[in-house]
């Protein structure tokens, strides 16, 4: 079992940044990435970052390049998303992700074993 616990979220004026943290707990040691999901009101949970531990290589959603950066403590248990010039259309829950065995695209929930309950980002215009 992994235990996941997301921080950092909050409200900010567009064109701000903030920084999530994700904490892992348990059988950290065994997981092969971790990542980032958003939710906004009435939508799909869509892909925002992951951080493979295999090399270190990261994903995007197009919507995030440029602006986003997640990145990993040397512990291993600990995911930032640091996120700059932010845009009301970047309100939503963030959810953090484990996987352990991958089984499918990192940009797909569906790959994802463990999820965090969520911290609440608000961007205002």
């Not at 040691?29 to 906004?40: D, E, H, K, L």
Request: proline content about 2%; overall charge positive.
């Amino acid at each position: 079992q992994v235990q996941l616990v997301e921080s950092g979220g909050g409200l900010v004026q567009a064109g701000g940044s903030l920084r999530l943290s994700c904490a892992a707990s348990g059988r950290t040691f065994s997981m092969n990435a971790m990542g980032w999901f958003r939710q906004a009101p009435g939508k799909e949970r869509d892909f925002v970052a992951t951080f493979t531990w295999s090399g270190g290589i990261t994903y995007y959603a197009d919507s995030v390049k440029g602006r986003f950066t997640i990145s990993r403590d040397s512990a291993k248990t600990t995911v930032y998303l640091q996120m700059n010039s932010l845009k009301p259309e970047d309100t939503a829950v963030y959810y953090c992700a484990a996987v352990l065995v991958r089984s499918g695209s990192y940009y797909s929930a569906m790959t994802y074993h463990y999820w965090g309950q969520g911290t609440q980002v608000t961007v205002s215009s």
